[in-house]
T-cell receptor, first 113, second 115 residues
């Protein structure tokens, strides 16, 4: 596709369950970012990938959060033992190089009940 | 610590009006500044990116200006249309980071353009 694709678009899970969120960036974009958008906190940076490496994980809120990227393309954000405060929209973005605009996907809306 | 503030939080105007959205930032050592648009239930669309060495950027009816020394940027929308209704966000890279995609966002201005 032409843009950043995220799946699922919506996810409802029970507290304590693990969830996986997927991001398929624009082909050829080496930089990939995960952000979280919540009502109280606005948009927050989570993690940055350059190729398959994650040189900046400083925004991950706890060790329950992890992410990986394979083949320099698809990325998966995993949240273990979900809590209600994890409820938010998780946005993925990609960019061809430093200094270029970010291209965002439509996000995954996560609801933890 | 960089803080980005957008005023007003919400704005409602009649169709056809010219309008200005404001963004301020506390640390003037920015690499660039971006303006985004977000429609309900959607991701962000990049509208304009201004490099630190530039004063303004234009795209169609949109014009963004940057004054680094005063820590301000404005987004000017000419001849507003109902389709311009959305939330507009400004963002700057985290100071001191070589990662220009590690952005700090303002809280956004929600614009409603009434027919």
């Amino acid at each position: 596709g032409a843009g950043v694709s995220q799946s699922p678009s919506n996810k409802v899970t029970e507290k304590g369950k693990d969830v996986e969120l997927r991001c398929d960036p624009i082909s050829g974009h080496t930089a990939l970012y995960w952000y979280r958008q919540s009502l109280g906190q606005g948009l927050e940076f989570l993690i940055y990938f350059q190729g398959n490496s994650a040189p900046d994980k400083s925004g991950l809120p706890s060790d329950r959060f992890s992410a990986e990227r394979t083949g320099g393309s698809v990325s998966t954000l995993t949240i273990q033992r979900t809590q209600q405060e994890d409820s938010a929209v998780y946005l993925c973005a990609s960019s061809p190089r430093q200094g270029s605009p970010l291209h965002f996907g439509n996000g995954t809306r996560l609801t933890v009940t | 610590k960089q803080e980005v503030t957008q005023i007003p939080a919400a704005l409602s105007v009649p169709e056809g009006e010219n309008l200005v959205l404001n963004c301020s930032f506390t640390d003037s050592a920015i690499y660039n500044l971006q303006w985004f648009r977000q429609d309900p239930g959607k991701g962000l669309t990049s509208l304009l990116l201004i490099q630190s060495s530039q004063r303004e950027q234009t795209s169609g009816r949109l014009n963004a200006s940057l004054d680094k020394s005063s820590g301000r940027s404005t987004l000017y929308i000419a001849a507003s249309q109902p389709g311009d209704s959305a939330t507009y966000l400004c963002a700057v890279p985290t100071p001191g980071s070589s990662n220009t995609g590690k952005l700090i966002f303002g809280q956004g201005t929600t614009l409603q353009v009434k027919p």
